[in-house]
């Protein structure tokens, strides 16, 4: 009996002390948190991806959370929550959401296998940085895609591979949250985050080479070679510009009327999500003049614009 | 001619292997290994045979069926090591059974489980040896008297080893100096013979398997600390040259402590490592409940290796100008 | 016998064209003059199509302190000022000449007479650096550090000796070794041209033991040269490193960077550049040829060739019997610290210590296996560092560790990969990681 009583006392007696303990730190030591960031931190993907330039998620809160009080949340933008989590965020904070285009990476760079033969083997650790050290890479072209999966290892979200037919990286667009991850991996800087476009359709130059033509040429297949007719072709919308014997369409001046695709001579433009051209192709065999591929074109961007 | 091939420099590379370690490592024991068939005969072959297979065999299926992974990881010859290192620290007469068990534990739970050869904070062969020090103290502490050729299993005569002669305060009943050089008295299979193993380690030393940092601290440490303790009370404690034949202290100095993946990286770490060992086991064997503290002492020393690698950083070049420089 | 103190690795030596005297190597039909052969900034070209040069015309001025002019090695007609694939696997500025004749610039010297610095008291420390910076002459032994600059010892620091860097420690290379037993004489006029432009009065060649030959004549021939001191060495990979060799010969180790040999009193230079030195200053002939050792286990006829800048890869190799069926890596430079190359087009430079032909088996190497924490790459280490570590925190992209545990100080020689049990690519590891490391410094020193 004695011996139960001293055993409930000591550790009654310890439990007591303990408590008195933790409840004089918890109160002493207590951190006041503004409670915002919690419930803005709760709304937010958890990813840690570093996409909006903060060290993590709970980083971008506590950013968010400051702008609050400035009354705006400014260009502050959660890539992979997208639109919804940014109006949740916003709602929490008692602000409206500024609205942003969704993004997208896109590799820029067609060199398959076939479009840009391997001259060489390299046999070093697998990693595009360590292989840009060696100078060209395995292909002839010094700005193509390495194939090397620095961007596969970059990406949180899974939507990043390489293929191992074309051995170039491909991006999944519904998992991509444009966080900007690869882009940042690559050492050529091939990735671009570029604005997804009305209903994902864009126009992007899929070339990086920055040769002068003929070496791009014999380097690779698909290669933008600076020739220019696509920027004469879109003289009228001026979205496109050549600048280092390469050219970049701007997003926010295409019209996607894709007349540039059909102008390259070496297929480097290339329209994403675009409804296949079949009517189009059967006009054109049937007269070989585009003509009528213009007014077409020029049908279906407008609709676009309102989407 | 074929695609030329590129890469970074260097472009030579010395041939040395992760195979050629470990064989050299388990030629390094066959010198024990004869000396434990030549005392204990076919029970030696016989606990041998199981632990290494038994070993091979458990690598080979979590690799396959538990860790899914094409690489093929028995043929770098560390589940053989580790076999043949379990098979030498267990008696002669162990039912086969036992045996199986401690190789699982050992590459299961010692190896595998952290990710297979490289990333294992502990000597696996010693996790599957207290493994079944505490699991079956009985049948893991009658050791046979050696020379009984073909005696296996329950019937063999089993007799007290020197250290539990020693922890046991009896002194005078020691075996000669000679007999524990070469094995002459009971014990686990490979730890008999002081000479075999010291044979052995003259070989990794030539080879450059190992260096000599890890075995000779351990061992100086040993004979320092016992032989002042001798010097003290002679009646009491044993002679520091009894301390250094008996047991598991060779072997464990030479093949266990030197263990690659779990022995500290650089030479000033590694006498840290190896002074603390030597320092724990004669502690334990000494005022500890069991007769032998090697393979306690190596592992709680496995699990100081990280922090002995963060903190004892090599000599770096220029650095002895660099803390000129500073005053 | 004397060496470095910590770490290095013994490479099977593989000198296959010790035994070969240096030969001419025949003009090329077209030679391609890259304005990047030394490091610091790159040349800018002078001269434009359709230009006639001569062997010594200008071709590219220096861009800059650190930086060397370029000079035509043959003569002929500007073809073109274009890009060129150079020994760097990058296409870079290059000067084009169509080759025609060989005719000389009037002022270069080309007889073969031995001029003596004490002949010609006129020639003050100023102006030999001042030919030196003229000649375009950088560091030959594979560096490429513009010459001149390590001769203007930065303002605070004093030489105390001039070290000549004949060590040769890289396998299968022999030029320098042929360099010293055909123009012992004239390296020693370069040592003292050395000497005297930095005002110091001690001189050490460090050679090492494998090279009995060239010890015994340099010795010799030391004797009407009381200043200077023939060091033999032990061999051992990478006494070449400059921080190896002078703790080798002198006995004092380089603090961590940013020191330069400087701090510790030395100024190093190659057995070639004291070579080069000795003909820009005395013979008044810029660096226009060096020379390049041609091997391989398969390579027919294994060489030492006096070659013009500017010469295809692919001319030399045919010199000497022409590339083997069984070819699978071709290297600028020794198998250690070389650069593999993508094409036998790529123009020889002012670095090109040798080329190196291995086979398929001999190039590629084998698969890694997981890191059994051996500990032989920290022995092996000549800089005191873990690469074990390095290369693991590298691969994590923890750059903060990697900069802690001293990252910067990796000289790249190569011995932790070489001595790897597992094979693992430590070394490529830690370039990424040194090189990520070394932006982020400059960066942060920048704000």
């Keep these: 009996m004695n011996v139960i009583l001293i055993a409930v006392i000591v550790l009654g007696g310890i439990g007591l002390v303990s408590a008195l303990v933790l409840f004089v730190a918890s109160k002493k030591f207590a951190v006041h948190e503004d409670p915002r960031i919690a419930q803005v931190s709760e709304v937010l993907p958890q990813a840690n991806c570093g996409g909006c330039g903060y060290p993590g998620c709970s980083g971008f809160a506590n950013a968010c959370v400051k702008a609050a009080d400035s009354g705006s949340l400014g260009d502050l933008n959660c890539a992979p929550g997208g639109k919804a989590v940014m109006e949740q965020v916003a709602g929490i904070l008692g602000l409206q959401a500024t609205e942003s285009a969704p993004k997208v990476a896109v590799v820029r760079c067609n060199g398959t296998c076939e479009a840009r033969p391997r001259q060489v083997e390299y046999n070093g650790a697998k990693s595009c940085r360590i292989q840009q050290m060696t100078g060209m890479g395995e292909t002839m072209c010094g700005y193509g895609c390495l194939g090397g999966g620095d961007c596969v290892d970059a990406c949180l979200f899974g939507a990043i591979t390489i293929n191992p037919e074309t051995g170039l990286a491909e991006v999944d667009e519904s998992k991509c949250t444009a966080c900007g991850a690869c882009a940042k991996a690559c050492p050529r800087s091939i990735i671009e985050i570029r604005p997804a476009g009305p209903k994902g359709r864009r126009m992007v130059v899929l070339c990086n080479n920055k040769d002068k033509g003929a070496i791009a040429n014999k380097a690779c297949k698909s290669a933008c070679i600076g020739c220019g007719k696509c920027v004469k072709t879109c003289e009228k919308f001026e979205a496109i510009t050549l600048e280092n014997n390469l050219a970049w369409i701007d997003p926010e001046k295409c019209k996607m009327c894709r007349k540039c695709e059909e102008a390259c001579p070496k297929g480097a433009i290339k329209g994403f999500n675009f409804p296949p051209r079949k009517p189009k192709a059967e006009v054109a065999e049937a007269a070989p003049s585009a003509a009528p591929a213009v007014p077409k074109a020029e049908a279906v961007s407008p609709e676009a614009k309102q989407d | 001619m074929s695609k030329l091939i590129i890469s970074l420099s260097p472009h030579v590379h010395g041939g040395d292997s992760v195979q050629k370690n470990m064989y050299g490592v388990c030629i390094a024991l066959a010198p024990a290994l004869l000396a434990s068939l030549w005392f204990f005969g076919l029970g030696a072959a016989i606990v041998l045979a199981t632990s290494v297979l038994a070993c091979v065999c458990f690598e080979w299926a979590i690799a396959k069926f538990l860790l899914k992974s094409n690489r093929c990881t028995i043929c770098d010859g560390s589940a053989v090591l580790t076999g043949l290192l379990l098979g030498f620290n267990l008696p002669s007469n162990l039912p086969i059974w036992i045996i199986i068990i401690g190789a699982l534990v050992a590459i299961g739970v010692g190896k595998m489980t952290f990710g297979g050869l490289g990333c294992n904070p502990f000597n696996p062969a010693l996790v599957g040896r207290v493994f079944l020090l505490i699991s079956f103290p009985v049948q893991m502490t009658s050791w046979p008297v050696p020379g009984q050729l073909t005696e296996i299993g329950a019937d063999a005569v089993t007799g007290a080893t020197p250290l539990a002669l020693i922890t046991a305060g009896q002194l005078d009943k020691l075996p000669q100096t000679t007999d524990l050089l070469f094995g002459q008295v009971g014990g686990s299979l490979g730890e008999v013979s002081a000479l075999a193993l010291l044979l052995g380690l003259a070989f990794m030393l030539w080879k450059k398997i190992i260096t000599w940092h890890i075995p000779v601290s351990i061992l100086g440490t040993v004979a320092v600390f016992t032989g002042i303790l001798y010097l003290i009370n002679p009646a009491t404690y044993a002679c520091p040259l009894t301390h250094l034949l008996t047991g598991g202290l060779m072997l464990g100095a030479c093949y266990m402590a030197t263990d690659y993946v779990t022995s500290p990286m650089t030479h000033k770490g590694q006498l840290i490592y190896g002074v603390c060992i030597g320092f724990l086991t004669v502690v334990i064997r000494l005022w500890g409940a069991y007769p032998e503290g090697m393979s306690f002492a190596i592992l709680i020393m496995n699990a100081f290796t990280p922090l002995i690698n963060t903190y004892c950083k090599p000599k770096r070049f220029g650095e002895v100008v660099r803390k000129e420089a500073a005053k | ?447």
């Design chain 3, 1 to 447: 016998m004397k060496t470095f103190k910590l770490g290095g690795v013994h490479p099977a030596e593989n000198k296959l064209s010790a035994g070969s005297p240096i030969r001419e190597a025949a003009l090329p039909k077209q030679a391609v003059f890259s304005m990047f052969q030394h490091i610091g900034a790159p040349a800018k070209p002078v001269v434009k199509k359709g230009d006639e040069v001569k062997v010594g015309t200008l071709l590219g001025e220096a861009g800059g302190f650190v930086s060397a002019p370029i000079y035509s090695a043959v003569s002929g007609k500007v073809n073109k000022v274009d890009v060129a694939l150079d020994a760097s696997g990058t296409r870079r500025m290059a000067v084009y000449v169509d080759v025609e004749g060989d005719e000389w610039e009037e002022s270069i010297d080309r007889s073969t007479d031995l001029v003596k610095l004490s002949d010609h008291p006129e020639l003050d420390a100023k102006t030999i650096v001042e030919k030196i910076k003229n000649a375009g002459i950088v560091g030959m032994g594979g560096a490429t550090f513009p010459c001149h600059v390590k001769l203007c010892p930065p303002p605070g620091c004093k030489a105390e000796c001039v070290i000549i860097n004949a060590v040769e420690c890289e396998p299968y290379l022999t030029a320098d070794h042929r360099l010293m037993l055909e123009h012992a004489e004239e390296i020693l006029e370069g040592v003292e041209c050395i000497m005297k432009a930095v005002d110091v009065k001690v001189g050490y060649v460090g050679i090492e033991n494998n090279k009995p030959d060239a010890i015994a004549l340099m010795t010799e021939k030391a004797k009407d040269h009381p200043n200077i001191e023939i060091v033999p060495l032990k061999v051992k990979y990478p006494q070449g490193g400059e921080k190896q060799l002078i703790d080798a010969v002198i006995g004092r180790e380089v603090p961590a960077p940013p020191a330069i040999p400087i701090n510790v009193g030395a100024v190093v230079q190659n057995v070639g550049t004291a070579y080069a030195i000795y003909q820009a200053v005395m013979k008044n002939r810029p660096l226009i040829d060096r020379v390049i050792t041609v091997t391989g286990k398969s390579v027919k006829n294994p060489s030492n060739l006096l070659a013009r800048l500017g010469t295809p890869f692919q001319q030399l190799i045919d010199e000497c019997g022409g590339l083997p069926e069984d070819t699978g890596k071709i290297i600028g430079g020794g198998p250690m610290m070389g650069k593999a190359l993508v094409s036998l087009e790529v123009p020889m430079t002012k670095g090109s210590s040798g080329l190196l032909i291995m086979n398929e088996k001999e190039a590629r190497r084998s698969e890694p296996d997981p890191c059994i924490r051996c500990a032989k790459c920290v022995s092996a280490c000549p800089m005191g560092l873990e690469p074990y570590l390095l290369a693991q925190v590298s691969g994590l992209h923890d750059w903060e560790t990697a900069e802690n545990n001293d990252i910067t100080s990796c000289i790249e020689c190569g011995s932790c990969q070489f001595t790897c049990p597992s094979h693992r690519p430590l070394l490529d590891n830690i370039r990424l990681g040194k090189s990520t490391v070394m932006g982020i410094i400059r960066s942060r020193n920048a704000k």
